[in-house]
């Protein structure tokens, strides 16, 4: 009955990953069909070669999958070289103007244009060497602290060691060293060495446009606003910073704030500005302040 059991068990087992193999073939395929078309689409469309003047939007309005606008009406001119924060409640359409941004959608109304050139048409592949992309969801490899931040990729030492520092790494690398295995997803790290690591890996590439979205959402107070000034303090670079925190000092660094409310922009101004008219970001953040507390 043993013996018997032994031949048995893996034969039944065997079954279901028939089962999943043949489903994992398919998915295979039909992904590998996905990536071949958006390469198609990548090789074709406009170069662009630098980031000059302005990224605007004009009467854009868009949605996902359903008729709850996710933008209505949304205009805006985004220069080179200014910071900007975008502030406001869930759901308002903070995170859909970065995506517009990094061309995820084109099913939307009005126009996007970069340097005057419709987003539409610019090539993706050249449209990516222009902007960075902090994000809450982070990504690493079973590899070393180092080749997470680099993917990979050679990167002057310089380089590689100011995006360390501006990141908040320099503890975790004094600690562990640049050689130490994260583990497959980052497995080996807290969520916010994860962060901070995903933040170098986009500083380390020194684009002309960075985006960020909730990025420190996972790291301490301190930590978080240690990061974000850092950013802000950088050069020649042009910010776009979806956050939900609001220290003074930071936010007085910031050349504008533009509050969203489902989906719309209420009010943009500088932090005295906004606060002196008493409006929607006033109420934001005194209930900030009271929840800190």
Request: net charge negative; hydrophobic share 40%; proline share 1%.
């Amino acid at each position: 009955i043993q013996l018997g059991n032994y031949i048995l068990t893996p034969v039944v087992e065997l079954a279901p990953l028939i089962s999943n193999r043949r489903a994992a073939v398919e998915l295979i395929n039909r992904i590998e069909k996905e990536v071949e078309e958006k390469e198609t689409e990548a090789d074709t469309g406009i170069q662009i070669a630098e980031f000059k003047e302005t990224i605007v939007f004009k009467d854009v309005c868009f949605s996902y999958e359903n008729d709850n606008l996710a933008l209505a009406d949304f205009s805006y001119v985004f220069e080179k070289g200014k910071n900007y924060a975008i502030v406001g409640s869930s759901g308002s359409g903070k995170s859909t103007i970065l995506k517009l941004i990094l061309g995820y959608y084109n099913e939307y109304d009005g126009d996007i244009l970069i340097d005057g050139v419709p987003l539409r048409e610019i090539n993706l592949d050249s449209l990516y060497d222009q902007i960075s992309i902090i994000q809450q969801d982070v990504f690493l490899f079973d590899s070393s602290i180092e080749n997470n931040i680099t993917m990979f990729r050679s990167f002057d030492e310089a380089k590689l060691s100011s995006a360390i520092e501006r990141a908040g790494l320099l503890q975790l690398i004094k600690e562990k060293g640049r050689d130490y295995s994260c583990g497959e997803g980052g497995k080996n790290l807290s969520g916010g060495e994860k962060q901070r690591i995903s933040i170098a890996r986009s500083l380390i590439r020194d684009t002309p446009i960075l985006l960020m979205d909730e990025a420190t959402s996972g790291l301490d107070n301190e930590t978080a606003l240690n990061v974000e000034n850092a950013v802000l303090d950088i050069e020649g670079m042009t910010r776009i910073i979806v956050t939900h925190r609001f220290n003074e000092s930071t936010m007085k660094k910031y050349d504008k704030i533009l509050v969203m409310n489902r989906g719309r922009l209420i009010e943009h101004g500088t932090f005295d500005e906004l606060m002196e008219d008493k409006g929607y970001f006033y109420s934001l953040y005194n209930v900030s302040l009271a929840e800190a507390i």
